[in-house]
């Protein structure tokens, strides 16, 4: 009974931990408006600070999905950006530049060379003479044709395995590439939603404290 309790709690616990994108950015919106009321001396005043922090908040939480963006496709940041620019101020005295020749010669050769006797009948020759050469030539002609066979399935299976790698590697890119895509899509519209949020919340709390103060006050009087 009590093992079935534990598993029912950890199961409820597991599921309220799913959710946590969607209470999340509330429950932090809250919490630093207790926060900041409970450290100002007014009301008024814990509002303004708090939306002042979930301003910062939500712009810091926006920055950070940029910047995973810009890492996701190998993108240098704005600080790399900045030092980029700078590092390109023209300067007074122009920059000595060194002239070098480099040479570079190469060569190669391949290919494949096939020799085969070809036995000739002289124009005296007998019957027997004749079917001897005959024999020979077409042992000959017998092993040309084995030897092609053979080069037709060396280059056959060289290509195959060259087709199956090239396979393999256009597979693993495009898994990565579909993966970048998704990331890029949907995969921190959870973080960016959450930026949002706070950005909002702290612009009509730092905009209208007052008359948010005064919502407050009457929601708790409602509510006592």
């Not at 919490?31 to 509002?47: E, H, T, Y």
């Not at 973080?191 to 006050?217: D, H, K, N, Q, S």
């Amino acid at each position: 009974m009590m093992s079935n309790f534990w598993q029912w709690f950890r199961a409820i616990a597991r599921w309220v931990w799913d959710g946590r994108e969607g209470w999340g950015p509330p429950v932090v919106a809250i919490g630093l408006v207790f926060a900041a009321s409970s450290i100002a001396n007014a009301l008024d005043d814990g509002l303004r600070y708090a939306g002042l922090f979930l301003q910062i908040l939500g712009v810091v939480t926006v920055a950070i999905g940029l910047r995973d963006r810009r890492q996701t496709f190998d993108k240098p940041g704005f600080a790399r950006l900045t030092f980029q620019y700078f590092a390109r101020f023209p300067r007074y005295t122009p920059k000595a530049h060194v002239i070098s020749a480099v040479g570079l010669a190469s060569g190669s050769a391949s290919g494949s060379a096939y020799g085969f006797g070809w036995h000739g009948i002289p124009d005296n020759a007998t019957i027997d003479d004749r079917l001897s050469v005959l024999e020979k030539n077409l042992d000959t002609a017998r092993q040309l044709a084995l030897d092609a066979q053979k080069q037709g399935q060396v280059l056959e299976a060289k290509l195959q395995s060259k087709l199956e790698t090239e396979i393999s590697q256009r597979e693993v890119s495009d898994r990565a590439l579909g993966a970048k895509l998704e990331s890029v899509g949907a995969g921190n519209l959870h973080l960016e939603a959450a930026g949002v949020f706070w950005l909002i919340v702290g612009i009509i709390l730092g905009t209208a404290p007052t008359e948010t103060g005064a919502v407050f006050r009457w929601i708790l009087s409602c509510l006592i």
